[in-house]
């Protein structure tokens, strides 16, 4: 299974970016999806997942109304639209896949990751 991520950059506050992960290996449709985080010294979050077929999603609070997580399974891809952006988004953001969409309650639970792609945003 590789899950390849893209889309990172350095991007001012209130700018947008849409990160998109390339999924290979697996069937999309028997996987839920979804986005962690990693900064700098900190523990790695949860900050989106959609369901197999894209009908239910979640996101983390501070991430609520700016960030859209989406997929299409057709292209075995997973996006992450990213709004009004603020320097506390700088991270690493990795994709995930997972047959079990309550499993991104904690990312120990995930089953396969991408490499990571970085996002820094400056104030």
């Known amino acids: 299974v590789q899950l390849q991520a893209s889309g990172g950059g350095l991007v001012q506050a209130g700018d947008s970016l849409r990160l998109a992960c390339v999924a290979s290996?697996?069937?999309?449709?028997?996987?839920?999806m979804g986005w962690f985080r990693q900064a700098p010294g900190k523990e790695r979050e949860f900050v989106a997942a959609?369901?197999?077929?894209?009908?239910?999603?979640r996101y983390t609070d501070s991430v609520k109304g700016r960030f859209t997580i989406s997929r299409d399974n057709a292209k075995n891809t997973v996006y992450l639209q990213m709004n009004s952006l603020k320097p506390e988004d700088t991270a690493v953001y990795y994709c995930?896949?997972?047959?079990?969409?309550?499993?991104?309650?904690?990312?120990?639970?995930?089953?396969?990751w991408g490499k990571g792609t970085l996002v820094t945003v400056s104030s």
């Open positions: 959609i369901t197999r077929n894209g009908g239910i999603t």
């Open positions: 995930a896949a997972d047959p079990n969409y309550r499993d991104y309650s904690d990312h120990r639970n995930i089953a396969y």
């Open positions: 290996g697996l069937i999309p449709s028997n996987y839920a």
